[in-house]
């Protein structure tokens, strides 16, 4: 499993020019899912982003969590993130996991930011979708969580 997680003030995703969701200050988290993921690897990778201490205190440190300053989530199915771009110049998404089980997945990745206290909501899966993101810092990550189920 494969994660981008963008710091944003505000971040929105339309669908067919129809807003789907809309955050203030916290995360997008572009997540691509693997073959080889399961739940386990979505329940750790969710717990990372939840307590990854990536907001300033009064100091300007990044010592604050987004729960510690209750922001919310915006998560996007993204199977781009899994390209094999090695050979010739169209990329290959063999390497991503089917519909049929990445929809499952990144459906519990979300419940599990929620259940960890972070408020998440979703794009809208296997859609065209618009996403407008206000990058705060810019502060961009990649985190990767192997599957082991």
């Known amino acids: 499993m494969r994660a981008v997680l963008q710091r944003v003030s505000r971040a929105q995703v339309s669908v067919s ?12 988290i572009l997540l691509g899912i693997e073959p080889t993921d399961g739940q386990l690897a979505a ?8 307590q990854l201490r990536l907001f300033p205190d009064d100091q300007g440190k990044t010592n604050r969590s987004i729960r510690d300053v209750g922001g919310e ?15 010739g110049r169209r990329p290959s998404f063999a390497g991503a996991a089917s519909p049929a089980q990445a929809r ?24 065209h979708m618009l996403v407008e993101i206000q990058n705060d810092g810019p502060f961009t990550l990649v985190l990767d969580q192997r599957g082991e189920e």
Do not use: N
């Open 17 to 28: 020019g129809r807003k789907v969701a809309e955050i203030g200050t916290g995360y997008v």
């Open 43 to 50: 329940d750790q990778l969710a717990e990372k982003c939840a």
């Open 73 to 87: 989530a915006l998560v996007i199915s993204q199977f781009t993130l899994l390209a094999d771009t090695h050979r």
């Open 104 to 127: 499952p997945l990144y459906e519990h990745f979300a419940g599990c930011m929620r259940k960890l206290g972070v408020p998440a909501c979703t794009g809208e899966f296997g859609a």
